[in-house]
């Protein structure tokens, strides 16, 4: 009787064991998925402020060649 109780337990604690790693597992791949979908969403959106800003700033280089630009103006760098 000690033996098969004691083999019953040894069972559950194996069986409780490889379900945490499971889960432990799964969390740690959701949780390195999302940290990729964050940088790329991340590495998008300063791609964007880095066009805005050439855009901008070839905006300005424009305006001063052609002498059109308002010194005074709240669009200067």
């Keep these: 009787m000690k033996k098969l109780f ?7 604690m194996s069986l409780s064991i490889y379900s945490c790693r499971e889960t432990t597992e799964e969390k740690t791949e ?5 940290m990729g979908n964050d940088i790329e969403e991340s590495t998008e959106e300063a791609g964007q402020e880095v ?3 050439a855009e ?3 905006n ?3 305006e001063e060649v052609e002498g059109t630009d308002d010194m005074n103006a709240d669009d200067d760098m």
Excluded: P, R
Excluded at 6 to 12: G, N, R
């Design 6 to 12: 004691l083999l019953f337990a040894v069972a559950t």
């Design 30 to 34: 959701d949780a390195v998925e999302e």
């Design 51 to 53: 066009e805005n800003a």
């Design 56 to 58: 901008n700033a070839g």
């Design 60 to 62: 300005e280089m424009e």
